[in-house]
């Protein structure tokens, strides 16, 4: 059984600051996607990292993607307000094509 | 161009009551996804359907059924809504043309059981 762990749950930052978001996953893959989800509302695909050491970048926030070690990062560079959403990473299980597994997400409030 | 539309997006129901959660997509997309979205759970697949004909159990099937009616429309049936099932439901849909491309996910329907 595919198991996806997000850490922090919950991270509170000043605006301005750097940290980064961990994915672990339990078993082969390598195809992960991130999503940013405001309150209230849907999922919205911020990156898709499809081989081992792929790096994707986007504004303040990039992505990359360990095969090996079964980990993914999502960092977050000068935070501002903007960016206080959850975010999800999903893990794409080979042998049944599309079909994600969801961390539990990472609440970022970034504080002004 | 509207992507995946989901009806309704508010529902109360009492316990044992039965309802349909509509969903549909214009994108031309071969799967189509079921999910549930509780606190601190992120997204569990309920069902899917990889492509028009064929549908397949997810992580949480149980008291739920589905009915992929056409490329375009994938529906979710609760039998006899258990407050247990009270979640915020999305649909999602995707391409399986060999290029892997994210899920684009529905505005969700917000399911409230009594």
């Known amino acids: 059984e595919l198991k996806v762990e997000q850490n922090p749950l919950f991270l509170s930052m000043q605006e301005g600051k750097n940290y980064t978001i961990y994915c672990n996953y339990s078993t082969t893959s390598d195809r992960l996607y991130w999503y940013r989800q405001d309150p209230g509302k849907s999922l919205e695909s911020l990156f898709v990292?499809?081989?081992?050491?792929a790096v994707k970048q986007e504004g303040r926030l990039m992505a990359s993607l360990d095969t090996k070690a079964r980990l993914s990062t999502l960092h977050i560079t000068a935070a501002v307000h903007d960016l206080s959403a959850t975010y999800f990473c999903a893990v794409d299980l080979r042998e049944y094509g599309n079909k994600l597994v969801f961390g539990a997400g990472t609440i970022l409030r970034v504080k002004s | 161009n509207a992507g995946v539309t989901q009806t309704p997006k508010f529902q109360v129901l009492k316990t044992g009551q039965s309802m349909t959660l509509q969903c549909a997509q214009d994108m031309n997309h071969n799967s189509m996804y079921w999910y549930r979205q509780d606190p601190g759970m992120g997204l569990r697949l309920i069902y899917y359907?990889?492509?028009?004909?064929?549908?397949d159990k997810g992580e949480v099937p149980n008291g739920y059924n589905v009915s992929r009616l056409n490329k375009r429309e994938f529906s979710l049936r609760l039998e006899s809504a258990a407050p247990s099932q009270t979640s915020v439901y999305f649909c999602?849909?995707?391409?399986?043309?060999?290029?892997?491309?994210?899920?684009?996910f529905g505005d969700g329907t917000r399911l409230s059981i009594l």
């Open positions: 999602a849909s995707s391409s399986l043309d060999g290029v892997y491309q994210p899920q684009h």
């Open positions: 990292l499809l081989s081992n050491g």
């Open positions: 359907s990889a492509s028009e004909g064929t549908t």
